[in-house]
């Protein structure tokens, strides 16, 4: 199955458990001052965790697509995208653990089609200082579906991610997590926002057993593990408890908030760990390979840059975002700008996102229609960012030329990449190119001044803090 069509799978399935399929929110939320884009499925339904009846009803699901600036910069490997889709399904106080967790082991099994024996999972472990119990009953539910393929399921306690590597997962299923498993806004229910709600989830996880492991990431592999040979699906998070001054308190009725990456479920789908090479993105890699004369194979990272921005820059502008110098148009035009830097390195010393966005648009124009009505203006928008990067970048090399007597340092790759835009691996290539001295320490330096910057930056603006 490809993604498009496990998108309608779940979408059908779903209607016939009983949920209504709503429409996706916009990626700039509507009503919530305190988030910059929407980060997940669950975002926009937050007063309805919290108790709000929702005129839908309490069985939903939908296709809800998402945002997370914060991955920025791991975006170029196997699995890291800012942009992405999220398959959501939520009961608001009907069913619970015993029916929601059968119900995704068939939606991924049986109707996606994916191998029960590649399946793993993580649970949570408990809180004591908290009061918040080990989960048992979700690990018995999912030791029940092994069993019942003909798979021993067996149990680790992995706690940290630390731990998880010194020890590996030893050959069982379920694995025990600690903070890894317990959803909220603010990562730990040590720093969950008083008022909101949260839970314990229980994640799932498709193993590639053609994946080597990185040892760079720890002696052992495990479910949780950054070395690519694990991804996960998805997860579900059962909101059991409302955060309050004092402690935790049960939420007026007990929700189930499913989440699951479509890009991951089509990439196991297909047996890659690539999620590019999906139908979602590929066809933005072989347009790139096709302007460019270069493959995808020789130039991995920047299609993958060029690829994920390019598509969150569109459905950016669809809903109705500017490039700009604050907030969600700062973040844009940073799109707009890596987007065009890793371009540069194609060779594409013309526009590039003109030539790109239709495909972006071709990939999107039957589930979300409104993207095609808008991709006149959504190519004038981008365009119009790329034409004032490319200005900006020629401000950058004219400044350039200024050090070539005394040479650079991190303090004027700095300046460059502050005060011009130019791009700091940009700058330091062209003035090796020109003959143009660059100290050796210029990057030490120059990380000292971006991460002051950050300091400065935190204090001054909103982040997204949707995990």
Not at 277 to 283: D, S
């Amino acid at each position: 199955m490809d993604a498009d069509e496990i998108r309608s799978a779940f979408l059908t399935y779903m209607r016939e458990q009983g949920h209504v399929v709503i429409p996706r929110a916009p990626l700039v939320p509507r009503d919530d001052p305190t988030t910059l884009f929407t980060g997940s499925g669950m975002q926009p339904l937050l007063p309805y965790l919290l108790g709000a009846e929702h005129p839908a009803g309490a069985r939903l699901a939908d296709s809800q697509t998402c945002l997370r600036v914060q991955d920025i910069e791991e975006v170029g490997d196997n699995r890291h995208t800012t942009f992405f889709e999220m398959l959501g399904s939520w009961s608001l106080g009907h069913y619970f653990k015993e029916q929601q967790i059968p119900q995704l082991w068939t939606f991924l099994t049986e109707r996606v089609g994916l191998d029960p024996a590649r399946l793993y999972v993580s649970c949570f472990i408990g809180d004591a200082a908290n009061g918040i119990p080990r989960d048992e009953e979700s690990a018995a539910i999912w030791a029940g579906l092994f069993t019942s393929a003909g798979l021993t399921a067996g149990q680790v306690e992995l706690d940290t991610e630390e731990h998880a590597a010194t020890v590996g997962t030893g050959g069982a299923r379920i694995a025990f997590y600690g903070k890894k498993n317990w959803w909220c806004r603010g990562g730990s229910a040590d720093d969950m926002p008083v008022g909101e709600p949260g839970g314990p989830d229980t994640e799932v996880f498709y193993l590639f057993p053609h994946v080597e492991h990185d040892p760079s990431y720890g002696e052992h592999c495990h479910q949780n593990c950054d070395c690519g040979r694990f991804i996960e699906l998805g997860n579900s998070v059962f909101m059991e408890y409302r955060r309050t001054v004092t402690g935790f308190e049960p939420l007026p009725r007990r929700n189930v908030d499913y989440g699951g990456g479509l890009a991951r479920i089509a990439a196991a789908a297909l047996d890659t760990p690539d999620v590019f090479r999906i139908g979602l993105l590929w066809p933005i890699i072989e347009k790139l390979e096709e302007l460019s004369g270069r493959s995808y194979d020789d130039e991995t990272v920047a299609m993958r840059v060029i690829a994920d921005h390019l598509k969150g820059a569109t459905f950016l502008a669809v809903d109705g975002v500017r490039p700009g110098n604050k907030a969600q148009g700062y973040v844009l035009r940073r799109l707009i700008r890596r987007a065009v830097r890793f371009a540069l390195g194609l060779g594409f010393e013309e526009s590039l996102l003109p030539q790109v966005i239709p495909t972006v648009v071709g990939i999107y124009d039957v589930h979300y229609p409104e993207v095609k009505e808008h991709v006149d203006f959504v190519v004038a928008v981008l365009s119009k960012g790329e034409r004032a990067f490319r200005r900006t970048l020629s401000k950058g090399l004219r400044q350039l030329e200024t050090y070539r007597d005394t040479g650079v340092t991190g303090a004027e790759l700095f300046i460059l990449y502050d005060t011009y835009g130019f791009p700091v691996e940009l700058a330091t290539e062209e003035a090796l190119a020109q003959g143009i001295a660059v100290s050796g320490t210029w990057r030490e330096e120059f990380d000292k001044r971006m991460a002051a910057q950050r300091a400065r930056s935190q204090l001054a603006s909103r982040e997204n803090q949707v995990e």
